[in-house]
């Protein structure tokens, strides 16, 4: 069984860094085509992609955050971890982690989804 | 590269069959293969309902389609269903990168 889980802060201060950790078993980030990806989705508001990094280490960002995000894996402990620097309150929103499959581009399964409110 | 678009809004009674699209360009949906489908109910996470344009996971029910012509993919679901209802996002692969649709709001009516 495959499952993914996010864990960070509930909430985040305006202008402060946002670590997220995305938890996962059942697969390796060390197979071929295989990567993490995290996704957010404001309340009420679309789904957006944000990062995905691959088994080789490869990374890519969505274009409009690509500045002020950093992805890294940690293939021993099974996690992937999100930065997000100069947080703003329009970054609130749930961020999910999923894996995906590169030679396909699809996201299965998700992770719950953790919901991050910035806020002073 | 712009978020693909989808009508918000799509609606059908229980065993109709509701078509719902998703357009891009030349530089997205229509280069390549890798569109794909996800069912979002409230509060839940997403669901992958169709990969590689019109393939099904295992347990997705074949009610659900796909299909492409150009820069547009749809999704049909036939045969509607009141668990049907929810949002429903496309995404296609752009070169390494990803992106969503916009998202409609399926109604069962």
């Known amino acids: 069984q495959i499952t993914l889980k996010e864990s960070g802060p509930a909430l985040a201060n305006p202008t402060q860094t946002l670590t997220l950790t995305c938890t996962f078993s059942g697969f390796s980030l060390s197979s071929s085509g295989v990567g993490v990806g995290w996704i957010r989705q404001p309340p009420g508001k679309a789904l957006e992609w944000l990062a995905l990094i691959y088994w080789d280490d490869e990374k890519r960002f969505g274009p409009s955050l690509s500045s002020r995000l950093t992805i890294t894996k940690d293939t021993s402990k099974n996690q992937v971890i999100l930065t997000m620097t100069n947080l703003d309150p329009v970054d609130t929103a749930t961020y999910y982690c999923?894996?995906?499959?590169?030679?396909?581009?699809?996201?299965?399964?998700w992770g719950p989804g953790t919901l991050v409110t910035v806020s002073s | 590269q712009s978020a693909l678009t989808q009508p918000p809004s799509a609606s059908g009674s229980p065993g109709q069959s509701v078509t719902i699209s998703c357009t891009g360009t030349?530089?997205?949906?229509?280069?390549?293969?890798?569109i794909s489908w996800y069912q979002q109910h409230p509060g839940k996470a997403p669901k992958l309902m169709i990969y590689e344009v019109n393939k099904r996971p295992s347990g997705v029910p074949d009610r659900f389609s796909g299909s492409k012509s150009g820069n547009t993919a749809s999704l049909t679901v036939s045969g509607l269903q009141a668990d049907d209802e929810g949002n429903y996002y496309c995404?296609?692969?752009?070169?390494?990168?990803?992106?969503f649709g916009g998202g409609t709001k399926l109604t069962v009516l």
């Open positions: 030349s530089s997205d949906i229509g280069a390549y293969n890798y």
């Open positions: 995404t296609s692969y752009v070169g390494g990168d990803v992106v």
């Open positions: 999923a894996r995906y499959f590169l030679f396909s581009s699809w996201f299965d399964p």
